[in-house]
C-alpha cells in the first residue's frame, strides 16, 4: 500500500499562489501514476491534475494554465503549482497514487487506490 502525506496548504489572498507537496512512500517496482483531487464543501471529489512515470500531465479545464503538477521521483514528492488562485478553487486537496496506463493518466478518481488525507487551501477575496 502507497503511504501519501500532503502539505503545503493554508489560506491566502485571492489572486495569489500556492505549492502544495506530496511525500510518496511505501510503493514497489515503477513509480506509480499521480495526481491531485479537492472536495469543496457540498461539492464532489474533482480530479484536478495528474502525472505519470513518463512526465505525461493532464488538467482539469478550471485549473488548465493555472496549475501545474510536477514530481521529484529521486525525492519521492510531488507538486501541485497553484497561481492565480480564486475563491472558488478553496477546498481539501488530496493526493492520489495508482496503477499506471499506456494510454496516459487520467483525473477519474477510480483510477487510483491510495489517497492522502488532505490538505486544506483557502483562497479568500
Known amino acids: 500500500q502507497v503511504h501519501l502525506v500532503e502539505s503545503g496548504g493554508g489560506s491566502v489572498q485571492a489572486g495569489g499562489s500556492m505549492t502544495l507537496s506530496c511525500g510518496v512512500s511505501?510503493?514497489?517496482?515503477?513509480?506509480?501514476?499521480m495526481a491531485w483531487f479537492r472536495r469543496a464543501p457540498r461539492k464532489g471529489r474533482e480530479g484536478v491534475a495528474a502525472?505519470?512515470?513518463?512526465?505525461?500531465?493532464t488538467y482539469a479545464d478550471s485549473v488548465k494554465g493555472r496549475f501545474a503538477i510536477s514530481q521529484d521521483i529521486a525525492k519521492n514528492t510531488v507538486y501541485l503549482r497553484m497561481n492565480s488562485l480564486d475563491p472558488e478553487d478553496s477546498a481539501m486537496y488530496y493526493c492520489?497514487?495508482?496503477?499506471?496506463?499506456?494510454?496516459?493518466?487520467?483525473?477519474?478518481?477510480?483510477?487510483?487506490?491510495?489517497w492522502g488525507q488532505g490538505t486544506q487551501v483557502t483562497a479568500s477575496s
Open positions: 511505501g510503493y514497489s517496482g515503477h513509480w506509480p501514476s
Open positions: 492520489a497514487a495508482g496503477p499506471y496506463y499506456s494510454a496516459g493518466p487520467r483525473l477519474g478518481d477510480n483510477w487510483y487506490d491510495s
Open positions: 502525472i505519470d512515470r513518463a512526465g505525461r500531465t
